[in-house]
């Protein structure tokens, strides 16, 4: 084999590591991020609408500020 095997004990994956305080800080800190990511949502979708809804009474404003034809006669 190779000169740089690795040892499989020395690695660590999630799960792996039996830290009951860093597992609750994890799951603290992921239950944050969760709430945020709902709460931010909410509030992009919120002012995606409101700038269609602005978009939409510009453009109506600009239909509206067209004058009339003009009578060439």
């Not at 004990?9 to 994890?26: F, N, Y």
């Not at 945020?36 to 409101?50: C, N, P, V």
């Amino acid at each position: 084999m190779s000169e740089n095997t690795i040892d499989p004990s020395t690695l660590t994956s999630p799960g792996t590591v039996h830290d009951p305080a860093l597992e609750e800080r994890r799951a603290r800190e992921a239950a944050v991020r969760e709430a945020e990511s709902r709460a931010s949502a909410e509030t992009k979708f919120d002012e995606l609408d409101q700038e269609l809804e602005r978009q939409r009474e510009d453009a109506a404003k600009a239909v509206g500020d067209v004058p009339p034809p003009r009578d060439d006669d």
